[in-house]
Protein backbone atom coordinates (compact mmCIF):
# COMPACT_ATOMS: atom_id res chain seq x y z
CA UNK A 1 0.00 0.00 0.00
CA UNK A 2 1.40 3.18 -0.65
CA UNK A 3 0.78 6.71 1.61
CA UNK A 4 -2.05 7.68 -0.52
CA UNK A 5 -3.97 4.99 0.10
CA UNK A 6 -4.18 6.43 4.06
CA UNK A 7 -5.07 10.14 2.49
CA UNK A 8 -8.21 11.53 4.05
CA UNK A 9 -10.37 13.36 1.57
CA UNK A 10 -8.94 16.60 3.48
CA UNK A 11 -5.54 15.83 2.38
CA UNK A 12 -4.66 14.28 5.97
CA UNK A 13 -3.21 11.65 6.72
CA UNK A 14 -5.63 8.64 8.44
CA UNK A 15 -3.15 7.51 11.73
CA UNK A 16 -6.35 5.16 12.63
CA UNK A 17 -5.92 3.60 9.36
CA UNK A 18 -2.51 2.62 9.46
CA UNK A 19 -2.16 1.37 12.81
CA UNK A 20 -5.29 -0.57 12.19
CA UNK A 21 -3.59 -2.40 8.97
CA UNK A 22 -0.36 -2.22 10.82
CA UNK A 23 1.03 -6.01 9.91
CA UNK A 24 3.25 -5.99 13.59
CA UNK A 25 -0.66 -5.39 15.30
CA UNK A 26 -3.26 -7.72 15.31
CA UNK A 27 -6.00 -8.88 17.62
CA UNK A 28 -6.35 -12.94 19.27
CA UNK A 29 -9.61 -13.63 19.56
CA UNK A 30 -8.92 -16.22 21.73
CA UNK A 31 -8.28 -14.37 24.32
CA UNK A 32 -10.71 -13.53 26.89
CA UNK A 33 -11.17 -9.39 27.37
CA UNK A 34 -12.74 -7.93 30.29
CA UNK A 35 -13.93 -4.12 30.42
CA UNK A 36 -11.53 -1.35 30.54
CA UNK A 37 -8.24 -4.24 29.77
CA UNK A 38 -6.37 -2.54 27.23
CA UNK A 39 -5.68 -4.00 23.70
CA UNK A 40 -3.15 -6.46 23.55
CA UNK A 41 -0.16 -6.34 21.27
CA UNK A 42 0.31 -8.97 19.06
CA UNK A 43 3.90 -8.66 17.01
CA UNK A 44 4.58 -11.13 14.44
CA UNK A 45 8.69 -10.41 14.42
CA UNK A 46 10.02 -12.42 16.83
CA UNK A 47 12.43 -9.45 18.55
CA UNK A 48 9.85 -6.92 18.79
CA UNK A 49 7.96 -9.31 20.85
CA UNK A 50 10.54 -10.05 23.20
CA UNK A 51 11.11 -6.70 23.63
CA UNK A 52 7.56 -6.18 24.56
CA UNK A 53 7.27 -8.71 26.98
CA UNK A 54 10.59 -7.43 28.24
CA UNK A 55 9.09 -4.31 28.95
CA UNK A 56 5.99 -5.65 30.49
CA UNK A 57 7.98 -7.63 32.85
CA UNK A 58 9.85 -4.70 34.04
CA UNK A 59 6.67 -2.94 34.85
CA UNK A 60 5.61 -5.81 36.89
CA UNK A 61 9.21 -5.89 38.74
CA UNK A 62 8.55 -1.84 39.95
CA UNK A 63 8.16 -1.40 43.69
CA UNK A 64 5.46 1.53 44.41
CA UNK A 65 7.08 3.72 47.27
CA UNK A 66 4.93 3.67 50.80
CA UNK A 67 4.41 6.77 52.43
CA UNK A 68 7.37 6.71 55.24
CA UNK A 69 9.09 4.15 53.53
CA UNK A 70 12.72 4.78 52.68
CA UNK A 71 13.95 4.37 49.39
CA UNK A 72 17.32 4.05 47.84
CA UNK A 73 17.66 6.52 44.57
CA UNK A 74 20.29 8.64 42.72
CA UNK A 75 19.97 12.49 42.26
CA UNK A 76 18.59 12.96 38.28
CA UNK A 77 18.41 16.97 38.26
CA UNK A 78 18.44 19.95 40.66
CA UNK A 79 16.28 23.27 39.69
CA UNK A 80 16.52 26.50 42.21
CA UNK A 81 13.39 24.34 44.13
CA UNK A 82 13.91 21.28 43.83
CA UNK A 83 15.65 18.31 43.16
CA UNK A 84 14.63 14.92 41.12
CA UNK A 85 15.27 11.65 42.49
CA UNK A 86 15.29 8.68 40.71
CA UNK A 87 13.95 5.84 42.75
CA UNK A 88 13.15 3.17 40.33
CA UNK A 89 9.61 4.50 40.00
CA UNK A 90 7.03 5.55 37.12
CA UNK A 91 8.14 9.15 38.57
CA UNK A 92 11.16 10.35 40.81
CA UNK A 93 11.10 11.36 43.66
CA UNK A 94 10.55 15.60 44.41
CA UNK A 95 12.96 16.88 47.66
CA UNK A 96 11.81 19.79 48.33
CA UNK A 97 15.29 22.07 48.96
CA UNK A 98 14.20 25.10 50.42
CA UNK A 99 12.85 22.28 53.55
CA UNK A 100 15.94 20.60 53.47
CA UNK A 101 19.04 21.18 56.16
CA UNK A 102 21.78 23.41 54.62
CA UNK A 103 24.27 21.02 56.58
CA UNK A 104 23.17 17.84 53.98
CA UNK A 105 22.98 20.16 50.13
CA UNK A 106 26.20 18.96 49.54
CA UNK A 107 25.24 15.45 49.54
CA UNK A 108 22.46 16.43 47.15
CA UNK A 109 23.91 16.36 43.95
CA UNK A 110 23.30 15.38 39.90
CA UNK A 111 24.55 11.61 40.00
CA UNK A 112 25.13 11.01 43.54
CA UNK A 113 23.16 7.68 44.87
CA UNK A 114 21.32 9.02 48.96
CA UNK A 115 18.34 7.51 50.10
CA UNK A 116 15.18 9.69 51.09
CA UNK A 117 12.11 9.67 52.95
CA UNK A 118 8.90 8.97 51.65
CA UNK A 119 6.36 12.18 53.06
CA UNK A 120 3.93 12.57 50.55
CA UNK A 121 2.46 11.05 47.40
CA UNK A 122 0.02 12.99 45.98
CA UNK A 123 -1.75 13.10 42.46
CA UNK A 124 -2.01 15.97 40.19
CA UNK A 125 -5.52 17.17 39.16
CA UNK A 126 -6.48 16.06 35.78
CA UNK A 127 -3.36 13.68 35.40
CA UNK A 128 -2.48 10.33 35.68
CA UNK A 129 0.98 11.18 37.30
CA UNK A 130 1.79 11.04 41.58
CA UNK A 131 3.71 14.08 42.99
CA UNK A 132 6.02 11.87 45.45
CA UNK A 133 7.68 14.04 47.65
CA UNK A 134 10.92 13.12 49.75
CA UNK A 135 13.53 14.37 52.18
CA UNK A 136 16.62 13.39 52.57
CA UNK A 137 17.76 15.66 55.74
CA UNK A 138 14.81 13.93 57.81
CA UNK A 139 16.59 10.30 56.51
CA UNK A 140 19.36 11.22 58.19
CA UNK A 141 18.04 13.19 61.31
CA UNK A 142 15.59 9.79 61.59
CA UNK A 143 18.91 7.68 61.56
CA UNK A 144 20.66 10.01 63.91
CA UNK A 145 18.35 9.78 66.46
CA UNK A 146 18.22 6.22 66.05
CA UNK A 147 21.76 6.25 67.24
CA UNK A 148 21.26 8.17 70.01
CA UNK A 149 18.96 6.14 71.59
CA UNK A 150 21.06 3.09 70.71
CA UNK A 151 23.88 4.89 73.30
CA UNK A 152 21.96 5.26 76.29
CA UNK A 153 24.33 4.25 78.89
CA UNK A 154 27.10 3.42 76.88
CA UNK A 155 30.28 5.99 76.79
CA UNK A 156 29.63 7.96 74.00
CA UNK A 157 29.32 12.08 73.30
CA UNK A 158 27.51 14.14 70.74
CA UNK A 159 28.55 17.90 69.83
CA UNK A 160 24.94 19.60 70.14
CA UNK A 161 23.96 23.51 70.55
CA UNK A 162 21.86 24.74 73.30
CA UNK A 163 18.78 25.93 71.40
CA UNK A 164 15.88 26.88 73.57
CA UNK A 165 15.84 27.61 77.78
CA UNK A 166 12.73 26.20 78.59
CA UNK A 167 10.63 25.03 81.96
CA UNK A 168 13.29 22.69 83.85
CA UNK A 169 16.05 22.52 80.67
CA UNK A 170 17.11 23.19 77.48
CA UNK A 171 16.65 22.35 74.19
CA UNK A 172 19.61 20.43 72.44
CA UNK A 173 20.05 20.12 69.29
CA UNK A 174 22.29 17.25 68.36
CA UNK A 175 22.59 16.89 64.57
CA UNK A 176 19.36 17.66 63.67
CA UNK A 177 17.56 15.75 66.59
CA UNK A 178 16.25 17.92 69.62
CA UNK A 179 16.85 16.39 73.13
CA UNK A 180 15.85 17.36 76.04
CA UNK A 181 18.90 18.85 78.42
CA UNK A 182 17.57 19.11 82.84
CA UNK A 183 19.11 22.18 83.77
CA UNK A 184 20.99 20.71 86.87
CA UNK A 185 22.45 18.50 84.37
CA UNK A 186 24.05 21.50 82.68
CA UNK A 187 27.21 21.65 83.90
CA UNK A 188 29.40 19.61 87.01
CA UNK A 189 27.83 22.37 89.59
CA UNK A 190 24.49 23.89 89.78
CA UNK A 191 24.60 26.64 87.02
CA UNK A 192 25.17 30.22 88.33
CA UNK A 193 23.25 31.63 85.05
CA UNK A 194 20.89 29.86 83.26
CA UNK A 195 20.68 32.11 80.17
CA UNK A 196 24.31 32.13 79.66
CA UNK A 197 24.09 28.39 77.82
CA UNK A 198 22.14 29.71 75.33
CA UNK A 199 23.94 29.26 71.87
CA UNK A 200 26.78 27.93 73.08
CA UNK A 201 28.05 23.85 71.40
CA UNK A 202 28.69 21.64 74.16
CA UNK A 203 29.62 17.59 74.25
CA UNK A 204 26.38 16.03 75.64
CA UNK A 205 25.91 11.82 76.27
CA UNK A 206 22.35 10.30 76.44
CA UNK A 207 20.97 9.01 79.41
CA UNK A 208 17.43 8.23 79.66
CA UNK A 209 14.07 8.81 77.49
CA UNK A 210 11.06 10.27 78.08
CA UNK A 211 8.05 8.32 76.47
CA UNK A 212 5.56 10.43 78.15
CA UNK A 213 7.34 13.23 76.17
CA UNK A 214 8.63 11.28 73.33
CA UNK A 215 12.41 12.95 73.57
CA UNK A 216 15.85 11.64 74.64
CA UNK A 217 17.21 12.89 77.63
CA UNK A 218 21.37 13.96 77.32
CA UNK A 219 23.44 15.56 80.11
CA UNK A 220 26.76 17.49 79.67
CA UNK A 221 27.36 16.73 83.49
CA UNK A 222 27.80 13.12 82.16
CA UNK A 223 30.41 13.96 80.00
CA UNK A 224 32.18 16.47 82.31
CA UNK A 225 32.54 13.75 84.61
CA UNK A 226 34.00 10.99 82.23
CA UNK A 227 37.18 14.18 81.60
CA UNK A 228 37.55 14.23 85.55
CA UNK A 229 40.42 11.38 85.76
CA UNK A 230 42.44 12.49 82.90
CA UNK A 231 42.62 16.58 83.85
CA UNK A 232 43.22 15.61 87.72
CA UNK A 233 46.14 13.28 86.27
CA UNK A 234 47.91 16.69 84.77
CA UNK A 235 46.96 19.06 87.99
CA UNK A 236 50.73 20.21 89.51
CA UNK A 237 50.46 20.29 93.07
CA UNK A 238 51.81 24.14 94.00
CA UNK A 239 50.79 25.35 90.62
CA UNK A 240 48.20 28.29 90.58
CA UNK A 241 45.03 28.15 88.95
CA UNK A 242 41.92 30.27 87.99
CA UNK A 243 38.07 29.30 88.64
CA UNK A 244 35.07 31.24 89.85
CA UNK A 245 33.08 30.04 92.86
CA UNK A 246 30.46 27.62 92.75
CA UNK A 247 29.35 28.00 96.70
CA UNK A 248 29.89 28.45 99.95
CA UNK A 249 29.79 26.23 103.82
CA UNK A 250 30.98 27.11 107.13
CA UNK A 251 34.18 24.66 105.87
CA UNK A 252 35.19 27.19 102.85
CA UNK A 253 34.61 28.14 99.04
CA UNK A 254 33.87 25.43 96.82
CA UNK A 255 35.78 26.16 93.34
CA UNK A 256 34.91 25.15 89.62
CA UNK A 257 38.22 25.11 87.09
CA UNK A 258 39.14 23.42 83.81
CA UNK A 259 36.22 23.12 83.03
CA UNK A 260 35.36 19.92 84.39
CA UNK A 261 36.98 20.08 88.40
CA UNK A 262 35.88 21.23 91.77
CA UNK A 263 37.94 21.52 94.68
CA UNK A 264 37.99 22.81 98.48
CA UNK A 265 39.68 25.91 99.45
CA UNK A 266 39.04 25.32 103.33
CA UNK A 267 38.92 28.12 105.94
CA UNK A 268 42.15 27.76 107.49
CA UNK A 269 43.59 28.43 103.50
CA UNK A 270 41.99 31.38 102.88
CA UNK A 271 44.36 34.30 102.91
CA UNK A 272 43.56 36.79 105.89
CA UNK A 273 42.54 39.83 104.31
CA UNK A 274 39.61 37.84 102.40
CA UNK A 275 38.59 36.24 105.57
CA UNK A 276 36.33 38.95 106.75
CA UNK A 277 34.39 38.78 103.03
CA UNK A 278 34.09 34.57 103.63
CA UNK A 279 33.02 35.32 107.10
CA UNK A 280 30.19 37.99 105.77
CA UNK A 281 28.78 35.80 103.40
CA UNK A 282 30.31 38.37 100.63
CA UNK A 283 31.82 35.92 98.59
CA UNK A 284 29.22 34.58 95.71
CA UNK A 285 28.75 32.18 93.13
CA UNK A 286 30.09 33.10 89.72
CA UNK A 287 33.01 35.42 91.49
CA UNK A 288 36.47 34.54 90.31
CA UNK A 289 39.25 33.19 92.39
CA UNK A 290 42.57 32.28 92.32
CA UNK A 291 44.37 29.48 93.92
CA UNK A 292 47.19 26.61 94.47
CA UNK A 293 47.06 22.65 94.34
CA UNK A 294 47.30 21.44 97.80
CA UNK A 295 47.04 17.78 97.83
CA UNK A 296 44.96 15.52 95.55
CA UNK A 297 43.38 12.57 97.84
CA UNK A 298 42.42 9.12 96.78
CA UNK A 299 42.51 10.74 92.91
CA UNK A 300 39.16 12.25 92.90
CA UNK A 301 39.37 14.75 95.86
CA UNK A 302 40.60 18.53 95.47
CA UNK A 303 42.29 20.18 98.24
CA UNK A 304 42.99 24.22 97.11
CA UNK A 305 44.84 26.86 99.01
CA UNK A 306 44.92 30.48 98.43
CA UNK A 307 48.35 30.56 100.29
CA UNK A 308 51.29 29.63 98.36
CA UNK A 309 52.03 26.30 98.52
CA UNK A 310 55.37 24.37 99.53
CA UNK A 311 55.99 21.87 98.03
CA UNK A 312 57.74 19.03 99.21
CA UNK A 313 60.08 16.15 97.08
CA UNK A 314 57.72 13.26 96.07
CA UNK A 315 59.16 10.06 97.10
CA UNK A 316 58.08 8.84 93.37
CA UNK A 317 60.49 11.68 91.99
CA UNK A 318 63.33 9.02 92.78
CA UNK A 319 61.81 5.59 93.17
CA UNK A 320 63.80 4.17 89.80
CA UNK A 321 67.07 5.11 91.63
CA UNK A 322 66.17 3.56 95.08
CA UNK A 323 64.07 0.41 93.69
CA UNK A 324 65.38 -2.05 90.82
CA UNK A 325 63.14 -4.18 88.68
CA UNK A 326 63.85 -7.26 89.81
CA UNK A 327 64.82 -6.98 93.36
CA UNK A 328 63.46 -8.60 96.37
CA UNK A 329 62.07 -6.24 98.75
CA UNK A 330 60.26 -6.60 102.38
CA UNK A 331 57.02 -4.26 102.42
CA UNK A 332 53.68 -4.10 104.85
CA UNK A 333 50.24 -5.43 103.44
CA UNK A 334 48.22 -2.20 103.46
CA UNK A 335 44.90 -4.04 102.27
CA UNK A 336 43.47 -7.19 101.11
CA UNK A 337 40.99 -7.19 98.27
CA UNK A 338 39.74 -9.57 96.17
CA UNK A 339 41.50 -9.55 93.27
CA UNK A 340 45.16 -9.15 95.46
CA UNK A 341 47.14 -7.78 98.13
CA UNK A 342 48.41 -3.91 98.51
CA UNK A 343 51.96 -3.57 99.55
CA UNK A 344 53.46 -0.59 100.86
CA UNK A 345 57.28 0.13 100.72
CA UNK A 346 57.12 3.05 102.18
CA UNK A 347 54.78 5.73 103.07
CA UNK A 348 52.64 7.06 99.87
CA UNK A 349 54.56 4.17 97.69
CA UNK A 350 52.05 1.11 97.81
CA UNK A 351 52.38 -1.65 94.67
CA UNK A 352 50.03 -4.38 94.25
CA UNK A 353 50.33 -8.37 94.45
CA UNK A 354 48.05 -10.13 92.10
CA UNK A 355 46.19 -13.16 93.54
CA UNK A 356 47.63 -14.80 90.30
CA UNK A 357 50.75 -14.83 92.50
CA UNK A 358 49.25 -16.13 95.39
CA UNK A 359 48.42 -19.85 96.27
CA UNK A 360 45.21 -20.70 97.47
CA UNK A 361 46.09 -21.52 101.10
CA UNK A 362 48.30 -18.43 101.75
CA UNK A 363 47.28 -16.86 104.42
CA UNK A 364 48.07 -13.09 105.69
CA UNK A 365 46.57 -10.10 107.23
CA UNK A 366 46.84 -6.17 107.61
CA UNK A 367 50.13 -4.91 108.93
CA UNK A 368 52.46 -7.89 108.58
CA UNK A 369 55.80 -7.74 106.66
CA UNK A 370 56.60 -9.54 103.63
CA UNK A 371 58.74 -10.57 101.46
CA UNK A 372 58.00 -9.88 97.49
CA UNK A 373 59.56 -9.29 94.28
CA UNK A 374 58.98 -6.29 92.14
CA UNK A 375 58.29 -6.95 88.68
CA UNK A 376 57.60 -3.52 87.67
CA UNK A 377 58.04 0.39 88.46
CA UNK A 378 55.55 2.80 86.23
CA UNK A 379 56.77 6.62 87.76
CA UNK A 380 54.31 8.32 85.66
CA UNK A 381 51.09 6.34 86.53
CA UNK A 382 52.50 5.53 90.37
CA UNK A 383 52.30 1.63 90.01
CA UNK A 384 54.46 -1.28 91.32
CA UNK A 385 53.58 -4.20 90.46
CA UNK A 386 54.65 -7.42 92.87
CA UNK A 387 55.25 -11.26 92.42
CA UNK A 388 56.34 -13.77 94.91
Not at 39 to 68: F, I, M, T, W
Not at 305 to 327: G, L, M, R, T
Request: hydrophobic share 35%; aromatic share 10%; net charge negative.
Amino acid sequence: MTEETYLLPNGEFDWDAFEASCPSKKHNPKVKRHPGDRDPVYCREPYAQELYELYNGSLNHLKEPKLGSVVQGNVVSITADYALVDINWREDAMVELRKENPEYLKYIQPGFPIEVLVERIGSSRGSSTHNIIASYSKNIIAKKRDEILDSIGKPVAYLGTVTELIHGGYFVNVAGVDCFMPGSLGGMNKLVNFEDLIGKQLYVMAINFSKEKNYIVVSHREYLKALVPEEISKLQLGQEYEGFVTGCSRHGIFAEFNGCLTGLISRADILPENLDTFDNQRIRPGDKIKFFIKEIIDNDKIVLSQKPIQIEPSAWDSIEEKYKVPSTVTGKVKKIVRYGVFIELEPKIVGLLHKSHLSEDFEMEVGQEIDVKITRIDKESKKVDFAM
